[in-house]
């Protein structure tokens, strides 16, 4: 979405947290792959997956 | 313990509102319920009571209630991504999922359109059971592989956790909470919300995607401090 289709909010929130988490636009579902494959390795490592 | 029950003191018998938790979700979004659960488990460590309400954000209303192809043809479609890639993320997403307890079962995922899947949230909501409804749909599409497109496949998955089949084939036929998924659509563009999921926790603070269980408790417990501030 670029910045001319961008709706404007009108109702203010204090953003918080991590902006590289996974979260998913219209048909896409995104994830910073270094982080992700980070989590996915404290995993493995942690003996969990 | 934070905002549960009753605290007691010699003078005073103070109780604790609930933290109102506002969460922008749909079904077939695999951060979603990575996000559910790493807020459950916030709630748990935390011990600070919620009130959570869902609320419906369609990430793809263009999708066909038949679309005939798989989450990974369909994502490989619609971005033109190489299928070997989209393969490449979905297995990063499943992977997550499956450190929580969550197996995602992409072989045979329906892809399908979620508008009545929204609409029978709203329904359950209507009878206070949207909680429930919300885990029952999730695990039915990723987990059972049930298709929450069709009218008659929703009024099983309903009647499955104890609902009224023939109410709930009447009220998504009848499109009864169409307008309560476009309201909620309505809220999600005003607060400028992009993706999901998304929570509004205390109405004040914007927590986008599934973030790690311990910035959701750290929002909660701020939210509390604020309070007794």
Known sequence: ?49 | MHGVGVTVNETAVVVNEPVKVDIWSDVQCPWCYIGKRRFEAAIESSGIAVDIEYHSFELAPDTPVEYEGTPTQFLSERKELAMPQVEEMLTRVTDIATSLGLDYDYEHIHQTNTVKAHELLHYAKAHGRQLEMKERLLDAYFVKTEHVGRIEDLADIAASIGFDRDEVVSALESSEYLPAVKADMEVAMQYGIQGVPFFVIDNKYGVSGAQESETFANVLTQVLTERDA
């Open chain 1, 1 to 49: 979405m670029d910045a001319a289709t961008k709706p404007t909010p009108t109702f203010a929130l204090q953003q918080v947290g991590d902006p590289n988490v996974g979260v998913c636009e219209g048909d896409a579902c995104l994830v910073d792959d270094h982080r992700s494959q980070a989590l996915v390795n404290r995993q493995i490592d942690e003996g969990l997956v």
